[in-house]
């Protein structure tokens, strides 16, 4: 039924924009001696999902910002942990005393927000620089467990890799995502991968990038976080091609052609920047944004969305980005 649903959309040869002039109906390590303690939870990965990035150092703030500037969003995501350590808000999150982690965490676990680190984002570039895939699991896995976090996020970047197409970059993110989980098993901790929505093109890649990796590894992965931004000045950057349609240039690669490649709806978060300065092209108004979510609601979609990056992005942002679909 969805499939066909998507085949007819495609079909219908009318202008998106005119349908978008009015809105739409619709047991663990201790961590300096105190043990940390976790239990399963079947729930982690319900969607919808609201993430935000943190890489930007904020005067004033050391560590996460209160859950009052965030309220909206149900993960944040510290970036980043590299291969050659924690950096930036990462490494903020190692600087505060265990009792602050502690007392953050517990507001945050309150607030319904998860805590998770965002693995490599651009400037790493783990397959091509000869890292270990499962010795970098083991160390990362490692790291979220000894300080208290939820889980991880994969923003894995390595384009020289894929570009490749010879099949390493997929095989590379495949053996580091099983170890991640013999390490963060599934319903305890959160393991999300953020692929750039061309990866889901297919035949555009020798290895079959994020397509390979999902029929590989999907399982394993609770949802992604999509970049739509970043792939040129004109992609993603109406409904109908971030929805419906995407662009000769990364055919196939809207919401809706990417569940039709079989990668499941539910798991397709939708990402976007906060501001025009927080990425070179693909950037949306709130207005715009909500418009296009209730109309992915409206053809059964409920993953959620994803923005780079704190504080650009904050609880006005979410507020006015859900208010036509789920609101806060």
Same mark, same amino acid.
């Given at each position: ?15 998106? @924009?005119?349908?978008? *002039? ?19 939870? /079947? ?8 993430? $935000? ?34 950096? @930036?808000?990462? &490494?903020?999150? /190692? &600087?505060?005393?265990? /009792?602050?982690?502690?007392? $953050? ?7 319904? $927000? ?10 790493? #570039? ?20 000894? %300080? ?15 570009? #490749? ?13 099983? =170890? ?5 098993? &599934? ?13 889901? *093109?297919?035949? =555009?890649?020798?290895?079959?990038? %994020? ?15 999509? =970049?739509? %931004? ?26 809706? &052609? ?11 978060? $939708? ?30 979609? *409920? ?11 904050? *609880? ?13």
């Amino acid at each position: 039924m969805f499939a066909l649903l998507v085949l007819a959309l495609l079909g219908f040869s009318f202008k998106m @924009d005119s349908v978008l *002039s009015s809105p739409v109906k619709s047991t663990h390590p201790r961590e300096n001696g105190t043990e940390v303690s976790i239990s399963p939870n /079947t729930t982690l990965a319900h969607s919808p999902h609201w993430v $935000i990035y943190s890489d930007r150092s904020v005067s004033g703030l050391t560590g996460p910002p209160p859950v009052s500037e965030i309220e909206g969003f149900n993960v944040f995501a510290l970036s980043f942990l590299l291969v050659a350590g924690a950096f @930036d808000q990462a &490494q903020a999150w /190692t &600087q505060l005393t265990p /009792t602050r982690r502690a007392t $953050i965490k517990a507001e945050y676990a309150a607030a319904g $927000i998860k805590l998770i680190v965002s693995l490599f984002g651009s400037t790493d #570039a783990p397959t091509s620089n000869g890292a270990d895939p499962i010795a970098t699991a083991n160390t990362m896995a490692d790291w979220v467990i000894q %300080y208290g976090l939820d889980g991880v996020d994969v923003d894995y970047e390595d384009f020289d890799a894929i570009n #490749a197409g010879d099949g390493k970059a997929e095989a590379w993110l495949a053996s580091f995502t099983r =170890q991640l989980r013999v390490k963060l098993p &599934q319903g305890i901790f959160l393991l999300t991968h953020a692929p750039v929505a061309p990866w889901f *093109s297919p035949g =555009q890649f020798g290895g079959g990038a %994020y397509l390979t990796v999902d029929s590989t590894v999907g399982s394993l992965i609770d949802w992604y976080n999509l =970049q739509f %931004y970043n792939q040129g000045a004109d992609e993603y950057t109406t409904c109908a091609g971030l929805l419906i349609n995407s662009s000769s240039t990364w055919p196939q690669s809207a919401l809706f &052609q990417i569940a039709a490649s079989g990668v499941p709806l539910e798991k397709l978060v $939708i990402g976007k920047p906060a501001t025009t300065s927080d990425a070179s092209n693909g950037f949306m108004s709130t207005s715009t944004l909500a418009r296009c979510l209730s109309i992915a609601k409206n053809f059964g979609w *409920s993953a959620g969305a994803m923005v780079w990056e704190f504080p650009d992005a904050n *609880s006005t942002w979410i507020s006015s980005v859900r208010r036509l679909s789920f609101p806060v």
